[in-house]
Each structure stands twice: as structure tokens, then as C-alpha cells.
């Protein structure tokens, strides 16, 4: 199957703080989703990003399909961004599949 | 809006019991998906129905089943419990890929603790 490649693994941050995260794919995805897990478990939907750039308030996303990776952008970071991030793609079937994830922290 | 309802939400059983894990899709979904997540991993696919009809499989042990019913919620079901089944069950919907939309949408979790 495809390899999914998050980085960076963990990142401690600052409030107020940028952070960029990265999803590398081995080959080409046509479906990808961006996920924020809370502390308390909770799976959250961010963006739907195939191709091209979306942003909601302080996030955005971009995903570059013949290069084979995305990006999410975090401005501003605040505290309750802390969780972990995770990537997902859904290819030839209709399953999704994640990424190991990376894990933000944002001290006050 | 309506979002992927899980029951329930804490489950603690002893190891060898039995247990049912219930989700109810976003409505107008057809197609519904288990994930299990163990502690510090990423979500690992189980199982998935569409049209009340199991239509791909993981790496779901011989000790669970799970089915979707004519209303299309889902049952997992997990017999035999084994401490290492202690972790975060997810259900999480979809429409009919890829016609009907490319995002899943996922519940908020059930947590499974074996003792």
C-alpha cells in the first residue's frame, strides 16, 4: 500500500507560535483528509484537501497531488490546538488510512 | 448538523467477557467503517458495510464480527477479550465513495478498557 509520512514526529510550541506539518506520500493519493485528535480522544475533521489551498480561521491546507505531499498551516497557535494531527488518504478502495500522526503541544 | 453517534462512550469489561459497541451513521450515509486505536497509535482499520453488506476487510480478529442493520447502524461485536483489546473504537460514516462525497466522518470514540 501507499506510505504515508507525517512530520515533524512531535512539536512543542509557544502560544501565539506558526507551525507547518507535513504529510509525504509514496505515490499518488486522490483523497485527503487532515485530522486533530484532542486530548480527550475526540477525532476532528479539518479539511477535505485533494488539490489546492483551503483555509479556516487560523488553519489552512494545501495539498499538492503530483508531489505528493500537503501541508497544514497552524497560525497563531493557541492551547487548545494541542492533540495530534494526522493525515489520511482514501485510495482505490473505500477505506481511509492514516498517518503515524505528529503531536503538538502549545504552552501557555 | 447530525455527526456519528457511538454507545457507549466508556466500556470496562474483564478479559474472556463479551462486548458490543454500538454507532449510528450520519443519516443518509450508506457506507460505515470500525477503527480501533491503541494507546500512542494512529487509527487501524477494522471492518467496513455498505449497504449492510461487509465490504472490505482489515486486520479485524477472528474474535470480532460486526454487522450494519436494515436502519444502517453497526454493531462490533468482540468476544474473548484480551487485555490487548484495551483502546479507542471508532465508527465513522461515509456516502457512497466516490460518487457521493470523498470525507468520513468519525465518531467520538468508545473507550475499552479489559481489566
Known amino acids: 500500500g501507499i506510505q504515508v509520512e507525517q512530520s515533524p514526529p512531535d512539536l512543542i510550541l509557544q502560544e501565539g507560535a506558526n507551525s507547518t506539518l507535513r504529510c509525504n506520500f509514496s505515490d499518488s493519493v486522490n483523497n485527503l483528509q487532515w485530522f486533530h485528535q484532542n486530548p480527550w480522544g475526540q477525532l476532528i475533521n479539518l479539511f477535505y484537501?485533494?488539490?489546492g489551498t483551503k483555509q479556516n480561521g487560523r488553519l489552512s491546507a494545501t495539498t499538492v497531488a503530483t508531489e505528493r505531499y500537503s501541508l497544514l498551516y497552524i497560525s497563531s497557535s493557541q492551547t487548545t490546538d494541542s492533540g495530534v494531527y494526522f493525515c489520511?488518504?482514501?485510495?482505490?478502495?473505500?477505506?481511509?488510512?492514516f498517518g503515524k500522526g505528529m503531536k503538538l503541544t502549545v504552552n501557555p | 448538523a447530525a455527526g456519528v453517534i457511538q454507545s457507549p462512550r466508556h466500556l470496562i469489561k474483564e478479559k474472556r467477557e463479551t462486548a458490543t459497541l454500538k454507532c449510528y451513521p450520519i443519516p443518509r450515509h450508506d457506507t460505515v467503517y470500525w477503527y480501533q486505536q491503541g494507546p500512542g497509535q494512529d487509527p487501524q482499520f477494522l471492518i467496513s458495510?455498505?449497504?449492510?453488506?461487509?465490504?472490505d476487510k482489515g486486520s479485524i480478529p477472528d474474535r470480532f464480527s460486526a454487522q450494519q442493520f436494515s436502519d444502517y447502524h453497526s454493531e462490533l461485536n468482540m468476544s474473548s477479550l484480551e487485555l490487548g483489546d484495551s483502546a479507542l473504537y471508532f465508527c465513522a460514516s461515509s456516502p457512497t465513495f466516490p460518487w457521493g462525497g470523498n470525507t468520513i466522518y468519525f465518531g467520538e470514540g468508545s473507550w475499552l478498557t479489559v481489566v
Open positions: 458495510f455498505y449497504e449492510k453488506m461487509q465490504s
Open positions: 484537501i485533494p488539490s
Open positions: 489520511g488518504y482514501r485510495g482505490g478502495s473505500e477505506k481511509l488510512v
